[in-house]
C-alpha cells in the first residue's frame, strides 16, 4: 500500500526560548491517527537534529513530506545543534544544494521563525514549501500544525491543508494566522514541457475530470497523433519512461496517494491481474450484492467469454465517474476511454505494468 512518509526533525538549542516540541509531534500524530485516511501516513522523528543528520535522516528515510520545528533567523539560516549541543546555522545556500539531490520531497514545512528566505531557496527544488515570514508564536506554530496535518490526513489537498493551518490560527484567537507562508516551484518551460504544468495545476486544484482528460490528451500529443485516437499499447510503450514517471509522480502526489497508475497496477497485482475484478475494486463496473448478486455472477462469466472481442457490460459510464478523492482508490486517471473501446483502459494494464516496472529500475540504478 501506498504510503506517504512523513519527517519529523526538530532543534532546540537555545536555553532561553525552549519550544514546545514534543506537545506539537504530539498533536500532528494524534490528528493523523483520528483522520480518515490515517493509513496513507507514516512519521519518523528525529530531535536535536545536527546538520549531518539532516541528510542522512532524508537518505535513510526517504520522506515524502519534510516537516522541521525549531528557530529561524532570516538569512543566517536554521538554528541546530553541534556535535557539542551548541547552536550552528545552515544557511538557504546549503538547504538548496541538498533538496536539489532528492526528487521525491513533495513538501517542506519549515515551522520556525524568520524561514521564509530559507523557503525561498528550497522551492527552487520541491513542490511545496511553506515558511514561516516572521516571527511566530509557539501556540500559533502548533496550531498551524494541527489544522495543516488534519486536513492533509482527511485526503484533502497540500494547498487546501496549508489554508486551513493558518485558518485554526485564528479560529484559536490566536495572532500570526498571515505569517505562514506557502512556496511552489515554477517550472521553466525550456526544462520542461508547458503541459505538464497545465496538467501539475488542474490536479492542484482538485479538477480531476480535466486532469483525466489532459493526461490523455498528453500522451497521444507526446505520441504524435491525432487527439481523437484513442491510446494504444504501442502509444505507451514508446513514450519515454522519465516522462510515464513524472505523470504518475504528479497523480500521485498530488490526490495523496489516491490516484495515479502506482495505485492502480498495486491494486491488480494484488487481485491476481484479474481485470474484471479490478474494474470493480476500482469502481468503473457496477457491483451487486444480495439477490441480485447470482446476476452478478452471471454477468462476470459472460464477460470473460467476451472479453477478447473488448465487449462488457455493467460498465459504469465515463461522465458517472468519482471525479473527487472520496471515490475509490486508483479511480483516476482512466484516460478518457476507461471502457472497452479501441484497445480500452484494461486491456493496457498489462503495458502499464510494464512501463513502470522500467520506471523503478531506472530510478533504482
Request: charged share 25%.
Given at each position: ?101 532528492f526528487s521525491d520531497i513533495e513538501c ?17 527544488h520541491v513542490d511545496y514549501v511553506i ?235
Open positions: 500500500m501506498y504510503r506517504k512518509k512523513i519527517l519529523f526533525l526538530s532543534a532546540d538549542p537555545n536555553p532561553e526560548t525552549k519550544l514546545k516540541i514534543g506537545q506539537e509531534i504530539r498533536e500532528i500524530e494524534e490528528g493523523l491517527r483520528k483522520a480518515e485516511r490515517r493509513d496513507n501516513f507514516v512519521i519518523d522523528k528525529y530531535f536535536a537534529v545536527r546538520p549531518k543528520d539532516l541528510g542522512l535522516a532524508i537518505l535513510e528515510k526517504r520522506p515524502h513530506i519534510i516537516h522541521f520545528s525549531g528557530h529561524g533567523c532570516a538569512e543566517k539560516g536554521l538554528l541546530l545543534e553541534d556535535d557539542t549541543g551548541e547552536p550552528t546555522f545552515v544557511t538557504a545556500e546549503a538547504l538548496s544544494l541538498l533538496f536539489e539531490l517542506v514545512i519549515l515551522n520556525a521563525c524568520y524561514s521564509q528566505t530559507q523557503a525561498d531557496a528550497i522551492t527552487q515558511g514561516m515570514s516572521d516571527e511566530i508564536e509557539d501556540k500559533a506554530a502548533i496550531a498551524f500544525s494541527i489544522g495543516f496535518y488534519s486536513a492533509l490526513g482527511a485526503g484533502e489537498s497540500i494547498d487546501f491543508s496549508y489554508k486551513y493551518g493558518r485558518t485554526l490560527i485564528s479560529i484559536a484567537g490566536l495572532n500570526g494566522n498571515l505569517v505562514p507562508v506557502l512556496k511552489m516551484k515554477q517550472e521553466s518551460t525550456t526544462a520542461l514541457n508547458p503541459d505538464f504544468n497545465k496538467l501539475r495545476n488542474l490536479l492542484r486544484a482538485g479538477l480531476w475530470k480535466e486532469a483525466d482528460l489532459e493526461t490523455r490528451d498528453l500522451i497521444l500529443k507526446i505520441s504524435g497523433v491525432s487527439l481523437n485516437d484513442n491510446i494504444t499499447s504501442k502509444m505507451l510503450a514508446s513514450i519515454p519512461y522519465e516522462t510515464f514517471h513524472y505523470i504518475d509522480k504528479l497523480w500521485v502526489e498530488l490526490s495523496n496517494g489516491n490516484f495515479g497508475f502506482s495505485p492502480q497496477i498495486d491494486i491488480y497485482k494484488s487481485l491476481g491481474r484479474n481485470q474484471l475484478e479490478w474494474a470493480k475494486a476500482v469502481g468503473w463496473r457496477h457491483v451487486y450484492s444480495g439477490f441480485f448478486g447470482s446476476i452478478d455472477k452471471a454477468i462476470d462469466d459472460l464477460n470473460k467469454v467476451l472479453l477478447d472481442q473488448r465487449a462488457i457490460f455493467g460498465w459504469v459510464p465515463y461522465d458517472s465517474l468519482q471525479f473527487t478523492l472520496k471515490a475509490p482508490k486508483g479511480h483516476l486517471p482512466s484516460l478518457g476511454q476507461h471502457g472497452y473501446g479501441s484497445d480500452g483502459k484494461l486491456l493496457l494494464l498489462s503495458c502499464i505494468e510494464n512501463k513502470l516496472a522500467q520506471c523503478h529500475a531506472s530510478h533504482s540504478v
